[in-house]
């Protein structure tokens, strides 16, 4: 639910237990899975929740090689309270949001499931919004109108429609693979828009073509359909010809606006690979609500 230090780690990581206390899954590298083992075994019978305090010390932590030592607020929940659809749904890779009420002594918990579409207007759906909106697994702990809360969200992974080939495509799409995202290329516009359409909740558009019967009508369609990242690659006098396009055709200033053009954070990036990095990283910073400033520079949790 909560936790202090250990560096950068998977969000989504979670851990399940057997009748047999035998573990499956990955939580912190393993350093606590005897210590949770144990601590789901002593839960008493019809509990439907609890929440533990574990630590771990430095050299704990170099051995399980984690990045340093740290302490979290672990909630352990039999599978019976949670609902059978959200399997279901995570198997189909629909982005989807779990959240969990939790009473004071945090020993009993209601899990239901939050949708993007048609989360409630309330502080957990607006919440769960907002996490799956960032397409990165995320958890959060709040407290709401029934008390506290806990949000996991597990969005779809970015799902990068690449309109253009050769080798910078080729790299982008590298660079998603190893962020485990999707991404496919595309040769022309009608192929663009179908692949934005087909994947509209986790959608992201990079436009590496300069032909004007591929780009601005896809640029166009991306933005009309509210396409959360827009990407065009080109030169300054590229990006002045295809705003006047995408003015000819209709795009209004504000859509214009949303266009990442010239494409990419400002990281001095040379070779197409370097470019290839900027570009992802720019997509993620959007999608995680973030402008790419330098980690000193910043306050508020590390990596969050």
């Known amino acids: 639910m909560t936790e202090q230090g250990f560096g950068p780690r998977d969000p989504a990581g979670a851990l399940l237990i057997d009748a047999?206390?035998?573990c499956a899954g990955s939580l912190y590298r393993g350093v606590f899975d005897a210590e949770l083992a144990t601590e789901a075994a002593a839960m008493p019978a019809g509990a439907t929740a609890r929440v533990c305090e574990v630590s771990v010390r430095r050299e704990e932590a170099?051995?399980?090689g984690l990045t340093c030592g740290g302490g979290a607020e672990i909630l352990l929940q039999p599978l019976a309270g949670v609902p059978a659809e959200w399997w279901e749904l995570l198997g189909e890779g629909?982005?989807?949001?779990?959240?969990?009420?939790?009473?004071?002594?945090?020993?009993?918990a209601e899990s239901v499931i939050v949708r993007a579409v048609d989360a409630p207007a309330t502080d957990a759906g607006r919440r769960a919004a907002e996490l799956l909106a960032t397409r990165r697994a995320g958890r959060d702990a709040i407290y709401g109108e029934s008390g506290l809360l806990l949000v996991e969200a597990f969005p779809s992974a970015p799902h990068v429609v690449i309109c253009g080939g050769g080798e910078l495509a080729k790299?982008?799409?590298?660079?998603?693979?190893?962020?485990?995202?999707?991404?496919?290329?595309v040769a022309d516009a009608a192929e663009?828009?179908?692949?934005?359409?087909?994947?509209?909740?986790?959608?992201?558009?990079?436009?590496?073509?300069?032909?004007?019967?591929?780009?601005?009508?896809?640029?166009?369609?991306?933005?009309?359909?509210?396409?959360?990242?827009?990407?065009a690659l080109g030169s300054r006098k590229?990006?002045?010809?295809?705003?006047?396009?995408?003015?000819?055709?209709g795009v209004n200033e504000a859509g214009l606006a949303r266009i990442h053009g010239?494409?990419?954070?400002?990281?001095?990036?040379?070779t197409p690979?370097?470019?290839?990095?900027?570009?992802?990283?720019?997509?993620?910073?959007?999608?995680?609500?973030?402008?790419?400033?330098?980690?000193?520079?910043?306050?508020?949790?590390?990596?969050?």
């Open 20 to 22: 047999r206390g035998e």
């Open 262 to 270: 010239p494409i990419g954070l400002d990281l001095g990036a040379r």
């Open 171 to 185: 790299l982008i799409a590298r660079q998603a693979g190893l962020l485990e995202w999707e991404a496919v290329e």
């Open 62 to 64: 170099d051995e399980a």
């Open 192 to 231: 663009g828009e179908k692949a934005l359409a087909a994947h509209r909740d986790a959608a992201c558009l990079v436009v590496l073509t300069h032909d004007p019967g591929f780009d601005v009508p896809v640029l166009r369609f991306a933005l009309a359909e509210g396409i959360p990242y827009v990407g």
């Open 273 to 304: 690979a370097e470019t290839a990095m900027t570009i992802c990283a720019e997509i993620l910073g959007v999608l995680g609500g973030r402008e790419g400033s330098a980690m000193r520079d910043t306050k508020g949790p590390i990596y969050g």
């Open 94 to 108: 629909a982005g989807v949001a779990l959240v969990t009420r939790l009473n004071e002594a945090a020993d009993q």
């Open 238 to 249: 590229t990006q002045a010809r295809r705003t006047e396009a995408l003015l000819a055709a």
